[in-house]
């Protein structure tokens, strides 16, 4: 069963509306999760993480996500999207058994129509 | 100041012919990552250092692949006889290394291969 799981692999979404990225993780990773977010030929850049305390993780750029241990999720947020938001977002979480590196998520491609 | 950086940007070789991808860390980042990023596979771990030693080389897609880092700071990561199943972007990221995993990794702008 695939470690981090991205459903989505693209979403449009119009400019001004709020979008939501879903992203769930399996037993088999850490509880250390992260999103990362690609524009076109640049690369990965922190969004936010999750590594303890207050589910709700607010990062850059407006996002937030929002930690649920019972539903293995860690969906990320916008509440008003713009062009400049039209990116490739990967969710990962660090590999489990202590080992290091990360695991990631397929990617979602965010869509931003005017 | 600077930001990882790996160059080539861009290689073209032929198949069986060995390349050579470099990466230079932060300043001061003792912990340094080589990632994969290809269509079919998504983004794959491949090795982590701290300092000069490779505690974690399970992600190794097979022993024609291999990385060095000495001084700790620039890595190498070398690829033998390529196929052309190693084309992909080859990205690098560092870390400070403090000794907690949760540290922020940051990510250079990557190698793309291409395996004629």
């Known amino acids: 069963a695939q470690s981090v799981t991205q459903l989505d692999s693209q979403v449009p979404v119009f400019e001004e509306a709020p979008v939501e990225l879903r992203c769930n993780y399996s037993s088999s990773v850490s509880v250390y999760l992260f999103w990362y977010v690609q524009y076109p030929n640049q690369g990965l850049q922190l969004l936010l993480k999750?590594?303890?305390?207050?589910?709700l993780v607010k990062g850059i750029n407006g996002f937030e996500a929002e930690f649920n241990k019972s539903q293995t999720s860690f969906h990320l947020r916008k509440p008003s999207v713009h062009i400049s938001d039209t990116a490739e977002y990967f969710c990962a979480a660090l590999r489990g058994g202590g080992a290091d590196g990360l695991t990631f998520g397929k990617g979602t491609h965010l869509i931003i129509q005017p | 100041g600077a930001g990882v950086s790996q160059s080539p940007s861009n290689k073209v070789t032929e198949k069986g012919k060995d390349v050579e991808l470099r990466c230079d860390p932060i300043?001061?980042?003792?912990?340094l990552y080589w990632y994969r990023q290809s269509l079919g596979q998504g983004l794959e771990f491949l090795i982590y250092f701290q300092g000069n030693s490779a505690p974690d080389k399970s992600g190794l897609p097979s022993d024609r692949f291999s990385a060095e880092r000495t001084g700790g700071s620039v890595s190498t990561l070398t690829i033998q006889r390529t196929q052309q199943e190693d084309s992909a972007v080859y990205l690098c990221a560092s870390s400070l290394g403090t000794g907690s995993h949760t540290d922020t990794q940051y990510f250079g702008p990557g190698t793309r291969l291409t395996v004629l």
């Open positions: 300043s001061g980042h003792t912990a």
């Open positions: 999750y590594l303890s305390g207050s589910t």
